[in-house]
Nanobody, 128 residues
């Protein structure tokens, strides 16, 4: 399966943006779907991730109450709704998927290097 993330761009602080992760086939076979971001010069950071095996959702502390994840009924598109954006949210955002049977907090953190499928990333630039 391939993942593509259209929808990045420039937005003012306080604004909203919705990213899409479009899969070439249904993502229902994946236990894990998540959004990961990387600022210039920093390592990748799991932002918001879900796992179906335990029906859990992991949120990075920095995005709690502001970001939300959802998918369409066909399970071919996963969305990241970002509200009240801040300049520190500026990063390249990646969609990722995994069949690994671990819980979301692990796969969204220490387990990031083991995720099998990644999109190419999309730049979100939040101006102050």
């Amino acid at each position: 399966v391939q993942l593509v993330e259209p929808g990045g761009g420039l937005v003012q602080a306080g604004g909203s943006l919705r990213l899409s992760c479009v899969a070439s086939e249904s993502t229902s076979s994946f236990n894990f779907m998540g959004w990961v971001r990387q600022e210039v010069g920093n390592e990748r950071e799991g932002v918001l991730c879900i796992t179906s095996s335990d029906d859990s959702t992991y949120y990075a502390d920095s995005v709690k109450g502001r970001f939300a994840i959802s998918s369409d009924n066909a399970k071919t598109t996963v969305y990241l709704q970002m509200n009240d954006l801040k300049p520190e949210d500026t990063a390249v955002y990646y969609c990722a998927a995994s069949e690994r049977a671990y819980y979301s907090e692990y796969l969204c953190g220490a387990g990031l290097p083991y995720l099998e499928v990644w999109g190419q990333g999309t730049l979100v630039n939040v101006s102050s």
